[in-house]
Nanobody, 115 residues
Framework: QVQLVESGGGLVQPGGSLRLSCVAS????????MGWYRQAPGLQRELVAR???????NYADSVKGRFTISRDNAKNTVYLQMNSLKPEDTAVYYC?????????WGKGTQVTVSS
């Protein structure tokens, strides 16, 4: 089964940008529907963006027009480009991969938006 490792988090000022990456350990990655979720302290984990194995995307209303999810199957990697970041985007961001009954999660990467 695939393992997922996120990177790219950090501290950024409001209005800034970050790009998160999630690398999968197996080339079966190309068959997975991939998603980015986030969880802020005291809140439930929520879907941020999702991309299917055939490239269809959907976004949470709160990030539409600011975030872009993409995938590179040759690199077994899914990305989340985050622009115009706001303090309310502060959270741990998790990569998720799904195929049939398999549901895999990475360990998360912290994103902090603060001046």
């Amino acid at each position: 089964q695939v393992q997922l490792v996120e990177s790219g988090g950090g501290l950024v000022q409001p209005g800034g940008s970050l790009r998160l990456s999630c690398v999968a350990s197996s080339s079966t990655f190309r068959f997975y529907d991939m998603g980015w979720y986030r969880q802020a302290p005291g809140l439930q984990r929520e879907l941020v963006a999702r991309i299917t194995s055939d490239g269809s995307t959907n976004y949470a209303d709160s990030v539409k027009g600011r975030f872009t999810i993409s995938r590179d199957n040759a690199k077994n990697t899914v990305y989340l480009q985050m622009n115009s970041l706001k303090p309310e985007d502060t959270a741990v961001y998790y990569c998720n991969g799904q195929i049939r009954a398999i549901d895999k999660w990475g360990k998360g990467t912290q994103v902090t938006v603060s001046s």
